[in-house]
């Protein structure tokens, strides 16, 4: 947890700058200044790049999750409690929960910059195309809180997907791996052959070479390790192993059906 070590000590809002540094801020309040004075005293090494991915993750994730909640105009139980379970998940400790709350509760606010934060995120992550699919899967299950996407939630999903460089038809995509992700959720290990189809983002009918092919394409970019080596905070992990074993689940379901 280096990265949130850095945050914590108030280097990272200086080294980062631009909205997410001034997200950081907020969450940290008087520790920025003084991690202003620590620098180049040798008290607190310099971030490095994967430790500045990591930290514009986090700030990202939940400060667009709270723009996205506040999409209808107002913020529901369903939406605060995915949140919360999100944390939950990622156990985080009692400072980390406080800043991502502080970040979602910043993403509600009406003077929310969206574009800037995203713009930034996008330039931290350097073309890394497997961790921005991740943070947009976020983003969609997010809002699927409640249990379906409104036409606003629609248009900021539709907004982050244009900014972040993915093509509408792989947002698509991932909404619907997404909407066969719940209902495995849901399913107890009973997942429907129809829903499997959505998980691995493949027709009925595909061949099942093919089909074989996207569930390794996506068990290669959800694997837990690569995402980390790629800029996703430890603390993700388990949300990478929850879709791992969404797709495992999917891709027997299909071979079980006999497609």
Sequence with gaps: MAWWGKVAGG??????????????????????????SRLGTGQHALPGEQERVQAAFFAATFSVMGHVAKADGRVSAHEISLAQQLMAQMRLDPDQKAAAMT???RGK??????ASVLNQFRRECHRRTTLI???????????????????QESS??????????VHSSELDRIIEMVRGGRSAQRSDGNLSVEDAYKVLGVNP???????????????????????VSKGLPEEM????????????????RIQASGA
């Excluded at 606010?109 to 969206?114: G, S, V």
């Excluded at 699919?133 to 036409?151: K, L, S, T």
């Excluded at 900021?156 to 460089?165: F, S």
């Design 109 to 114: 606010e009406a003077d929310f910059d969206l």
């Design 11 to 36: 280097t990272f809002g200086f080294m980062l700058g631009g909205p997410i540094g001034a997200l950081l801020g907020a969450v940290l309040g008087h520790k920025l200044d003084a991690g202003y």
């Design 133 to 151: 699919q991740m943070f947009i899967e976020i983003q969609v299950q997010a809002a699927f809180a409640d249990g379906r996407i409104d036409p």
């Design 237 to 252: 992990v388990k949300l990478a192993n929850q879709k791992t074993h969404e797709i495992q689940m999917a891709w027997k």
């Design 156 to 165: 900021i999903l539709g907004r982050c997907a244009e900014v972040m460089g």
């Design 103 to 105: 970040l979602f509760n």
């Design 205 to 227: 009918g595909t061949p099942l070479p093919e089909i074989k092919k996207a569930y390794r394409r996506l068990l290669s970019r959800h694997h837990p390790d690569k995402l």
